[in-house]
């Protein structure tokens, strides 16, 4: 399985339309967003992706309860730090990288993806440490996304 992963998109529809895109022709199963969302409207264009969406909360969605709503067209969002399993891969979902790297460290998880710093981060190891970085690129100014195959383990970083 193949699953798309994007954070901190701050109300960018365009740079979000554009994730949608490539997630449809890499062919996305799954995406996974760090928050930071903003805006319930923001959520729009993720209809599009035709797959399922899991997310966390990030410091800057203060609109949870409609975000919550909009969330239900397309999938679930939580209070961060969430884990799952999906195809046999323990996978924590979290907004801001509190401890990541003493949870990537200990082995527990095979992917650990987190947002909030705007800043990409990729490290492999024994499992994978993921920030896909800013999807809006308002402060590093290179909007950012990932794909990572769940079955390959590859990675694929990608400028929007």
Same mark, same amino acid.
């Given at each position: 399985?193949?699953?798309?992963?994007?954070?901190?998109?701050?109300? $960018?529809?365009?740079?979000? @339309? @554009?994730?949608?895109?490539? !997630?449809?022709?890499?062919?996305?199963? /799954?995406?996974?967003? =760090?928050?930071?969302?903003? *805006?319930?409207?923001?959520?729009? &264009?993720?209809?599009?992706? %035709?797959?399922?969406?899991?997310?966390?909360?990030?410091?800057?969605?203060?609109?949870?309860?409609?975000?919550?709503?909009? !969330?239900?067209?397309?999938?679930?969002?939580?209070?961060?730090?969430?884990?799952?399993?999906?195809? %046999? +891969?323990?996978?924590?979902?979290?907004?801001? &990288?509190?401890? *990541?790297?003493? /949870?990537?460290?200990?082995?527990?998880?095979?992917?650990?993806? !987190?947002? $909030? #710093?705007?800043? +990409?981060?990729?490290?492999?190891?024994? %499992?994978?440490?993921?920030? &896909?970085?800013?999807?809006?690129?308002?402060?590093?100014?290179? &909007?950012?996304? =990932?794909?990572?195959?769940?079955? #390959?383990?590859?990675?694929?970083?990608? +400028?929007?």
């Amino acid at each position: 399985m193949k699953i798309g992963v994007l954070s901190d998109t701050h109300d $960018h529809i365009d740079n979000v @339309k @554009k994730a949608v895109e490539i !997630f449809k022709s890499e062919g996305v199963q /799954l995406i996974l967003h =760090a928050g930071d969302y903003v *805006a319930p409207f923001s959520l729009t &264009p993720l209809k599009e992706a %035709g797959c399922r969406v899991i997310g966390v909360f990030g410091n800057n969605d203060g609109e949870r309860l409609m975000l919550s709503r909009r !969330f239900q067209e397309i999938g679930e969002i939580y209070d961060g730090p969430y884990f799952f399993t999906m195809e %046999g +891969r323990r996978i924590l979902l979290m907004h801001e &990288p509190c401890a *990541a790297e003493e /949870l990537f460290a200990s082995g527990c998880f095979d992917l650990i993806v !987190f947002g $909030h #710093t705007h800043r +990409r981060v990729l490290k492999k190891e024994r %499992g994978i440490l993921l920030n &896909p970085g800013e999807c809006c690129g308002w402060l590093e100014k290179e &909007p950012s996304i =990932a794909t990572v195959d769940l079955e #390959t383990w590859d990675v694929k970083e990608i +400028r929007l």
